[in-house]
């Protein structure tokens, strides 16, 4: 019988743990989509215009693109203002 309910725990256990993964990742992805910044957003924080924002790109500011558009998360944009003061003439 302790055989028998074992393996029932494992098989619940397993389910319970794929679905939580599930759920977890869909979490993680609205808030993602929720918290993304554009150019404009961007460029109005660091009080530069876009192309400043596109050169800033080149010295390591992370962007990405969701189809055709260019989106910037603000974890990125803070670490590159953090880096803007380590680093000289950027």
Request: with cysteine.
């Amino acid at each position: 019988m302790d055989e028998v309910l074992e393996r029932k725990i494992r098989e619940v256990c397993s389910k319970m743990f794929v679905e939580n993964v599930r759920t977890l990742k869909q979490n993680l992805k609205d808030l993602l989509m929720n918290s993304y910044l554009t150019i404009q957003q961007v460029s109005d924080i660091l009080g530069k215009d876009e192309k400043t924002i596109r050169r800033y790109e080149k010295k390591g500011l992370k962007s990405y693109f969701i189809g055709r558009t260019r989106i910037y998360f603000e974890d990125d944009v803070l670490a590159f203002i953090e880096s803007m003061g380590r680093v000289k003439n950027v």
